[in-house]
């Protein structure tokens, strides 16, 4: 397409798509109106303003304005109608079709509580026969421990292609090696060293030769192989295989190997041996070696990285056995965003992990600092992170969940206290980094009903706090001793109170406050100071359960959690620390944070306040969430911009196979490029932000466009593996497909169907009306060459099967998704 064409279209959208998200920041929005008329060659021009959700416009005209108006014939095609002009003095008016409320508030739920619509979801939704409609989707979503959700445990992929290695010769020595030559990891299981050449008779001189058993004597790991470990991962036979892993390259010799003694007696014994591997997570020019003592029976493979995606039940075992690295746990996120069914869970959990931010590579640099002799401080740091967002989600699948059991998962994570400094803080050096936070950034907001005389005191309740490595019958024990040699006995890095170090003075928070009258009733004029006096000992530690008590449930706190939650699901323009909530004429923001709280204070149904779902509910049943105050009113994060755009192409075609997808992985690089969006390692506390304008600029929607156009490029495009160095080809689409499989063959060379087709998957929210602009592109495009001249290569010419045909739909879908309307949500 030639690049001015494509741009004049793109300009005239994006205006277009600015005046519809400002009309629709308002409940109801404004009437239609003409916004101009003009008068040329005997031809007249009447102009409309945008209107949110139009599905049709209808021009009615009058000689008088008292008169009476009557609707004048021929078709709207957009926002103006043209027709012959009377000469007279005319008066118009504008009529408009809204699109239903139904569909306007299943494109919200869709957009909202979910990672985007899918083709399916649509249907499943909205338009299918046996449509459920945006309330029973609501209240599905708000249940996720309900739905059947089984993409962490769905067996890996049967392409999976185990490889046999033999070799035959003799040995000088009595032991049996197997290393990698760099850094790296790949499965081995069914290992066979017998005397003689026949494997299927010989008997087996090795032991645990399945890895069935524990990974102890007469195996041993060593060495850059010490992290080795027998994994349920995948296996070539039996439950278990062996995942060697190494973080560097390794030698023949006891030292840096994964070796087994054997009984060797003769150096003329002929020997052979034979193993399968699995490639897992290698670099490039890795060979594997398996071999027996001396120079001859030697079996030296090159181990290359598995095609295809990883299986996510691999991902997920990774994680669960503390062997993830931090893209690991970044794919997992990425293939369950765009996955799951469980959407609302996927959305809150990267919403809550957000807010409560912490930072991988902090974590990674404390182990290095304080635990020099380990090796796997990539995968100690990601376990921390995983921790966190999975103990987000057990809070989110229970129907009790409140927002203190997410504050106290907070409070005594290992991965906050490293974070924020906590674990720096001292009986006469007390730390002020994460109680600053806790009151700006967790639960008061900034400025909100305290000062900085409580934050001074309350640093003194989280002296003492520690993170060490203790054995996993302790791992739960706040005062238990760490083990004895971090490098070698078994155990997991948990919290520690170290009561010699904690601060055991009285603390005063909160001295003499009283909330503030605009809250009004019931607590306005309320006290709420805190008094910790728990004295010495293993008595200190109740100072940190008490603080996140009485800060979980404060006024302050509902407002300020309840303001980002607007934010996230309805629009930006929430304020907290304003609202006067006695005000009889509150705007529609003050009253639906007033019905938040409301929500928050109402015992739920374990008798506790601030349930979850009830806070949702509530937000999720307002006038404002479901109409134009919530429709297009928020712009997407990057994160959110790369998902959606897979899930909206992805359909499932027979079971099995897909219409788009990704591996998860490759979404890292391009939302990097989209906004420096490094999930789970974010340097600054605040999170990232739900503010729309701060993730605009013209480099960043440069690389939206990029991401869009990279997306729906045939996967054995040259220009796709190039693209983002090798670094995102994994995230495919087929347009052509999906079209073929949703729609009947009649239209498929119909350019205006088609285009009418993605215009209602890619913008579901906007209404016919509104997308004239948009559609005429669209068809402009499939109707034209590669050099963009108008109508030069007309698309009902083209074979539904042929090169250019797929060619033209992919790139007029690429060109769809990188207009304004796309970033919209």
């Known amino acids: 397409m030639n690049p001015c064409h494509l741009a004049r279209w793109m300009i005239c959208i994006l205006a277009t798509s600015l005046s519809i998200a400002a009309i629709g920041a308002d409940i109801t929005p404004a ?3 003409v916004a101009g008329v003009t008068v040329s060659n005997g031809q007249q021009t009447v102009r409309f303003a945008p209107y949110p959700a139009a599905e049709a416009f209808r021009l009615l005209s009058a000689t008088n304005i008292s008169g009476t108006f009557t ?19 005319e008066f118009h008016r504008v009529e408009v079709t809204p699109m ?63 490889v046999q290695v033999t070799a035959t010769g003799t040995a000088s020595g009595s032991n049996f090696f197997m290393y990698l030559s760099g850094a790296g990891s790949v499965f081995i299981d069914d290992v066979r060293l017998v005397r003689g050449t026949n494997l299927s008779t010989g008997q087996n001189l090795l032991f645990n030769e399945g890895f ?20 349920n991962l995948v296996s070539h036979s039996g439950n278990n295989c062996l995942q060697l892993t190494a973080v560097g390259g390794g030698t023949t010799g006891s030292t840096n190997s994964v070796f087994q003694l054997f009984p060797h007696t003769n150096n003329n014994t002929i020997y052979t041996l034979s193993f399968w591997y699995l490639p897992d997570r290698v670099g490039s020019n890795v060979n594997l070696t398996v071999r027996l003592s001396g120079s001859v029976t030697i079996a030296t493979v090159p181990v290359r990285p598995p095609t295809g995606p990883v299986p996510p039940s691999t991902i997920y075992a990774r994680l669960t056995n503390s062997t993830a690295t931090l893209d690991d746990l970044r794919a997992w996120v990425s293939y369950r965003a765009v996955r799951s069914r469980t959407q609302l869970l996927e959305v809150l959990a990267q919403f809550w992990d957000n807010h409560f931010n912490t930072q991988y590579g ?19 740091a990601t376990n921390f992170e995983f921790r966190e967002t999975s103990q987000w989600r057990q809070v ?123 809250f009004g009733p019931p607590y306005a004029g309320q006290s709420y100071s805190l008094i910790l006096s728990n004295g010495l000992g293993t008595n200190g530690w109740r100072d940190m359960p008490q603080v996140i008590a009485h800060l979980a449930n404060l006024p302050y706190t509902q407002e300020f959690i309840s303001v980002k939650l607007c934010q996230l699901f309805v629009h930006e323009n929430f304020e907290f620390g304003v609202y006067d909530y ?64 897979i899930r909206a192409l992805r359909a499932n075609v027979s079971g099995t196979n897909y219409t788009a997808d990704t591996d998860g992985y490759d979404i890292r690089t391009p939302i990097n490029r989209m906004g420096n969006m490094n999930m789970f390692d974010r340097e600054e506390p605040d999170g990232y932000p739900e503010t729309g304008r701060l993730w605009l600029n013209t480099a960043n929607l440069c690389e939206r466009m990029r991401f869009a156009q990279h997306l729906c490029m045939a996967s054995n495009s040259s220009i796709k593996d190039d693209d983002y160095g090798g670094s995102g080809d994994d995230n495919t689409s087929n347009p052509v497909l999906l079209l073929k499989t949703k729609t009947p063959s009649q239209t498929w060379n119909d350019a205006g169907a088609v285009a009418d087709f993605f215009l209602g998957l890619l913008f579901p929210g906007d209404g016919r009306a509104n997308l004239s602009g948009e559609r005429q592109a669209a068809i402009e495009f499939l109707n034209a060459n590669d050099t963009g001249a108008p109508n030069s290569s007309l698309f009902n010419s083209l074979g539904d099967s042929s090169a250019a045909y797929d060619g033209r739909v992919r790139s007029m879908v690429g060109m769809l998704m990188s207009l304004p309307r796309f970033h919209e949500q």
């Not at 649509?122 to 309900?146: C, W």
């Not at 069935?212 to 994994?231: F, H, K, R």
Request: charged content about 15%; proline content about 8%.
């Open 31 to 33: 009437p239609p109106r």
């Open 71 to 89: 609707p004048r014939s021929g078709a709207i095609p957009g926002l103006e109608w043209t027709g012959p002009a009377n000469g007279n003095t």
């Open 100 to 162: 239903s409320s139904n569909a306007l508030l299943s494109s919200i739920v869709l957009n909202r509580l979910a990672y985007g619509p899918t083709p399916d979801e649509i249907e499943r939704v909205l338009t299918g026969p046996t449509a459920i409609g945006p309330q029973a989707f609501i209240n599905e979503q708000l249940a996720p421990e309900a739905i059947n959700e089984t993409i962490d445990f769905d067996a890996p992929s049967t392409n999976i292609n185990w």
């Open 212 to 231: 069935e058993d524990v990974l102890t004597p007469p195996w041993n790991a060593v060495g850059n192989y010490s992290t080795s470990l027998i994994t």
């Open 362 to 380: 902090k974590s990674r640099q404390w182990f290095s600092d304080n635990y020099g002799a380990l090796t796997n401080e990539t995968e100690l």
């Open 396 to 518: 989110l699948m229970n129907p009790n969940g409140t927002f203190f059991d997410l504050l106290k998962i907070s409070a005594e994570s290992p991965g906050m206290m490293i974070y924020l400094d906590s674990v720096l803080s001292s009986r006469t050096t007390p730390n002020e980094n994460y109680p600053r936070e806790l009151l700006e950034l967790f639960t008061m907001g900034s400025d909100n009903g305290y000062i900085q005389a409580d934050i001074n005191e309350l640093s003194k309740a989280w002296t003492g706090v520690r993170v060490v490595k203790k054995s996993p019958q302790n791992a739960n024990n706040l005062f238990a001793p760490a083990v004895a040699s971090y490098t070698n006995d078994p155990g997991v890095f948990v919290l520690h109170f170290s009561t010699n170090s904690h601060n055991t003075t009285v603390k005063r928070l909160f001295t003499n406050n009283v909330v503030a009258a605009r």
């Open 582 to 645: 006695t005000d009889s004429n509150l705007s529609p923001e003050a009253r639906l944070i007033r019905d938040c709280m409301t929500a928050w204070r109402t015992p739920g149904p374990d008798g506790r306040q601030g349930n979850l779902r009830a806070i949702l509910r509530t937000i999720f049943n307002s006038t404002l969430f479901r109409s134009h105050g919530s429709s297009q009113q928020k712009v997407k994060s990057p994160f959110e911009f790369a998902v959606s755009a």
